[in-house]
């Protein structure tokens, strides 16, 4: 069975998840969509509609495939859906830059043959597991992309920084930025972090406006736990913890731990990440090539 994710309702979105619907049912693969998509979308699939399900707990047992259909937010939201099920993910991209969701739209057709003859591979994506004193920081306290310690109201945090017992340093800015390789691409790379493989087993640290000008992202191994203890200029205040798209208030002073997650997200690759990389930050567009 596969399930398809789409929340943009546009009529861009309704004529890829109708192309997906009608090519799936051609090749005798069942179905389920999301619900608040498939009411949308109701009177306007010839064919009627499968299985619905709203998120993780109604989502069938026997789903191998989840289609993302949108943009890298869409994707990330659909990580929150599969969980720690190994259910294979592929974004088809209807949004903007697309490093997760990397399907083009022109070429659906094209890669759901692909996908139907097996012609494809499965990459695994680690993900960051927050705790606070031992206990989940949220709900669902994972991360694909990164985790990130901001400021709300307050001027400046000072963020102190231990790998496993190990000082590693105060950070006075905005705020700090923990990603994966997955994230390296995302907003780590705007407060200029490096570009980091899929596969490279890391975490990169970056700040976000630091205030001491010599502090510069820093990569390192994700078998270490970090320990973040964010403080305010004020006691009573507060700052924010973000987990990808999913934010929560803590107060000044609490302590956060991060670390590698016990299982890993599986996604389709669809192209090599250097051609990705190519493609998306034009690299190479240059008259000298």
Not at 61 to 75: E, M, Q, R, Y
Not at 110 to 126: P, Q, S, V
């Amino acid at each position: 069975m596969v399930a398809v994710y789409c929340k943009t309702f546009t009529k861009d979105a309704e004529k890829i998840v109708h192309q997906l619907y009608q090519t799936l049912l051609s090749y005798r693969i069942a179905i389920q969509i999301y619900k608040p998509f498939q009411e949308y979308m109701l009177e306007r699939l010839s064919d009627g509609v499968g299985g619905v399900f709203t998120g993780s707990d109604d989502l069938a047992a026997d789903v191998k495939l989840l289609l993302s259909v949108g943009g890298d937010g869409t994707f990330l939201d659909a990580v929150e859906i599969v969980r720690h099920r190994g259910i294979a993910v592929a974004g088809v991209n209807i949004g903007r830059l697309g490093f997760l969701a990397n399907i083009a739209k022109e070429d659906v057709g094209k890669w759901l043959e692909k996908m139907h003859e097996g012609a494809f591979e499965i990459e695994e994506r680690t993900l960051i597991h927050a705790t606070i004193e031992g206990k989940p920081a949220m709900e669902f306290p994972y991360a694909l992309n990164d985790a990130v310690i901001h400021k709300t109201i307050c001027g400046l945090i000072t963020v102190h920084t231990w790998s496993n017992t190990e000082f590693l340093n105060s950070y006075w800015a905005d705020g700090l930025i923990v990603a994966t390789p997955t994230g390296s691409t995302a907003y780590s790379l705007s407060v200029g972090g490096p570009v980091v493989a899929p596969e490279s087993q890391n975490f990169i640290i970056s700040p976000i406006a630091a205030h001491n000008l010599n502090v510069r992202p820093l990569v390192i191994p994700d078998n270490v736990t970090l320990k973040l203890k964010a403080e305010c200029r004020e006691k009573n205040q507060k700052f924010t913890l973000a987990l990808d798209s999913r934010s929560m208030e803590f107060k000044s002073g609490t302590e956060i731990e991060l670390k590698r997650a016990d299982f890993k997200i599986r996604t389709i690759k669809t192209s090599p990440f250097y051609t990705t990389l190519r493609n998306k930050l034009m690299w190479g567009v240059d008259k000298r090539n």
